[in-house]
């Protein structure tokens, strides 16, 4: 079964004393052991970021690994990927983590890494990328679309609640039609897509939510059924 876990934003990186989402993503591997692998390139493999990733991931049943591009740890990233049952994409620029994931062929490696089993998560820049489109600061100045892989139809605007431009930008954008309808994501939230289509919806912040953003006659913003998941 091909999965997608998109968080609006969370996780170790950003809610260190909460692992509420992080356990859930370990979680759905439903093995005792899973293979987790972190890949940093929208930070510029981050030293800090790849150690916060290891700091709390060699404290869960897993065996953790992060995959470079700038110190690649194999000729045979296909096969390194591939053996994982679980790859974790960090935030940053979505612009320079797509255009060296093209370069490297990583994009097309991910697609066959979907399409066998293998779980993807991520935030921020780790969630836009599954999609067709995002909104991203990649570019400098101020929020704008952005193409992405397309694993996943529409749109996606993380953080939400977490940054103030967010939210009325993203309704600009879709009623100026720059960018498709999709999904809005605040921080704390991950969306679970089971073969392309939302299976559930959970939160590490009890009121942590994701919605449905679309244009009719005016902008139209549903909010979606969203499990929180218990205080840790």
């Known amino acids: 079964m091909r999965q997608i876990i998109a968080l609006g934003g969370g996780g170790f990186s950003m809610e260190p004393n909460n692992p509420l989402l992080d356990l859930y993503i370990l979680k759905q591997a439903k093995k005792v052991n899973p293979q987790i692998c972190f890949i940093p390139t929208a930070s510029g493999d981050s030293e800090n970021y790849i150690s916060r990733f290891y700091n709390f991931f060699n404290q869960q049943d897993c065996k953790p690994s992060h995959l470079s591009l700038f110190e690649p740890p194999t000729r045979d990233l296909e096969g390194f990927i591939l053996e994982k049952d679980i790859v974790y994409v ?24 979907w399409n066998q089993g293998v779980i993807l998560a991520g935030l921020s820049a780790g969630s836009i990328c599954w999609f067709e489109e995002g909104v991203t600061d990649s570019y400098g100045d101020g929020l704008e679309p952005i193409k992405c892989l397309g694993f996943l139809k529409g749109s996606n605007c993380p953080h939400y609640d977490g940054e103030i431009d967010r939210r009325p930008t993203y309704h600009k954008l879709i009623e100026s039609k720059e960018i498709q309808a999709g999904v809005a994501v605040d921080d704390g939230v991950a969306i679970h897509y089971k073969e392309q289509g939302i299976s559930k919806i959970v939160s590490s912040r009890p009121n942590a939510k994701a919605y449905s953003v679309s244009f009719e006659t005016e902008v139209v913003e549903a909010t979606l059924q969203t499990e929180f998941l218990g205080s840790y």
């Open 90 to 113: 960090g935030g940053g620029n979505t612009k320079n983590l797509l255009a060296l994931w093209k370069e490297w062929g990583l994009d097309s490696i991910l697609r066959k890494a």
